[in-house]
């Protein structure tokens, strides 16, 4: 199975820009769909934005439309999530996961990187 680890979170002041990256080991990375996902506190996990196998198609939250941007390089085995013009309202642990190439669900995470923005 592929392992994941996130890094790049911090703390920053609102309007701030950050770039996460997900580095994938243990399997072919393009072999997986690749999202990022965000829980803030007392709230349930949510989607960010995922990738397709090669990078070519994209989708993103409502939420984060116009300010964050995922991308992939597969011969990194990295995905990134470059986040701009952070709110408040980002303030999460933002997740990685990986959809093996016809599996319906992300069954593989990451550990999480707390992004904190403050007013």
């Known amino acids: 199975q592929v392992q994941l680890a996130e890094s790049g979170g911090g703390l920053v002041q609102a309007g701030d820009s950050l770039r996460l990256s997900c580095a994938a080991s243990?399997?072919?990375?393009?072999?997986?769909?690749m999202a990022w996902y965000r829980q803030a506190p007392g709230k349930e996990r949510e989607f960010v934005a995922s990738?397709?196998?090669?990078?070519?198609?994209?989708s993103v939250a409502g939420s984060v439309k116009g300010r964050f941007t995922i991308s992939r390089d597969n011969t990194k085995n990295t995905v990134y999530l470059q986040m701009n013009s952070l709110k408040p309202e980002d303030t999460a642990v933002y997740y990685c996961?990986?959809?093996?190439?016809?599996?319906?669900?992300?069954?593989?995470w990451g550990q999480g990187t707390q992004v904190t923005v403050s007013s």
């Open positions: 996961a990986a959809a093996l190439r016809y599996s319906d669900s992300f069954d593989y």
């Open positions: 243990g399997r072919t990375f393009s072999n997986y769909r």
């Open positions: 990738i397709s196998l090669a990078g070519f198609t994209t």
